[in-house]
């Protein structure tokens, strides 16, 4: 059993920058690939990045590639989304994930075995 804990949601303006960190309770999370998805107000969750357990492999949904970076840090056991050039569209409840499974499969949403409880970011016009 894994915990994960997010933080560093909170209100910004459009244009500005933000870091999300994602805390692992185990040492064994190092084995997972580690994700974020979010979930907006009156919409389904979608993905939004992932990363390979190595740290090699990175995927991106195509509203934030450019504009998102996914990082972890296995020695912490940690992951990181830093966010930049931030939209209205951008705010949502973001959920940490970490999965064993294929990391292709985890960008459909699909055998995320651990979800945090996630922090709400929220970006005004």
């Known amino acids: 059993q894994v915990q994960l804990i997010e933080s560093g949601g909170g209100l910004v303006q459009a244009g500005d920058s933000l870091r999300l960190s994602c805390a692992a309770s185990?040492?064994?999370?190092?084995?997972?690939?580690m994700g974020w998805f979010r979930q907006a107000p009156g919409k389904e969750r979608e993905f939004v990045a992932a990363i390979s357990p190595s740290g090699a492999g990175t995927y991106y949904g195509d509203s934030v590639k450019g504009r998102f970076t996914i990082s972890r840090d296995n020695a912490k056991n940690t992951a990181h989304l830093q966010m930049s050039s931030l939209k209205p569209e951008d705010t949502a409840v973001y959920y940490c994930?970490?999965?064993?499974?294929?990391?292709?499969?985890?960008?459909?949403?699909?055998?995320?075995?651990?979800w945090g409880k996630g922090t709400l970011v929220t970006v005004s016009s």
């Open positions: 994930a970490a999965d064993l499974g294929s990391i292709r499969a985890m960008t459909g949403g699909n055998g995320v075995d651990y």
């Open positions: 185990k040492r064994t999370v190092i084995s997972y690939n």
